[in-house]
């Protein structure tokens, strides 16, 4: 399984060298979907999607789908994510993303072909493998009330692959509330494991291996 867990996308050459490497072919040569499924569910200006995709695109594909999860049959759904040499799911709400997942039945089929596939997260997107992604890591984290805007009290991990979690914008002029202070706020109730990490930054996993790319910033606490 090879994933590229960035916060904001592939900012900078360091991380779309991680890519370029864990696809192991041109990308020119290679098929991306483009999943935008947790920014719906973010009110305001999308502005950060187009900047997202373009970026994306910009990379030179071979084909470059987009693909929402929701509303679609689950076999088309699958049939097109199996389609792609890489997976990449944007940004937006977590929460709605996970439910979106596991709603739909995906999670076992969309687990099963990342093991042949690359992945790479955005933010939300990032955020939905650990096993702590929990009614209880909301109230640690300090967004249940993300969770609750959907109607919900409760979120189950759709993959639940990994005992640290995530949590990303650290130092970001988009969320200048997300600075060190406020980590250290999140630590001293976490009983898990948190990356925190910046824009420029992704944490990698391959193969099991668990590393950090960056051109930025990041803390982790165990």
Do not use: C
Request: charged share 25%; proline share 5%.
């Amino acid at each position: 399984m090879n994933l590229l867990l960035t916060a904001s996308g592939l900012r900078n050459e360091t991380l779309r060298d991680a890519l370029r490497d864990m696809v192991g072919k041109p990308l020119g040569s290679a098929n991306v979907v483009f999943v935008p499924t947790a920014s719906v569910a973010e009110s305001g200006d999308h502005g950060w999607v187009l900047q997202d995709m373009n970026r994306l695109h910009g990379l030179g594909w071979r084909e470059f789908d987009i693909l929402e999860l929701n509303g679609l049959p689950r076999h088309l759904v699958l049939d097109r994510l199996r389609h792609a040499d890489v997976v990449h799911v944007e940004g937006g709400s977590h929460y709605h993303l996970a439910r979106s997942i596991t709603g739909n039945g995906l999670a076992e089929d969309f687990r099963e072909l990342l093991e042949s596939r690359v992945y790479v997260g955005v933010s939300a997107g990032s955020m939905i493998f650990s096993r702590h992604l929990t009614a209880h890591s909301a109230e640690v984290i300090g967004d249940a009330a993300d969770l609750h805007v959907l109607g919900a009290t409760d979120v189950e991990p759709p993959f639940g692959l990994f005992d640290w979690y995530l949590k990303p914008h650290l130092d970001s002029p988009d969320f200048p509330e997300r600075n060190d202070a406020w980590a250290d706020r999140i630590v001293e109730r976490a009983d898990f494991p948190i990356y925190f990490i910046d824009d420029e930054t992704a944490v990698r996993v391959r193969d099991g291996e668990v590393d950090v790319v960056s051109e930025g910033r990041w803390r982790f606490h165990p």
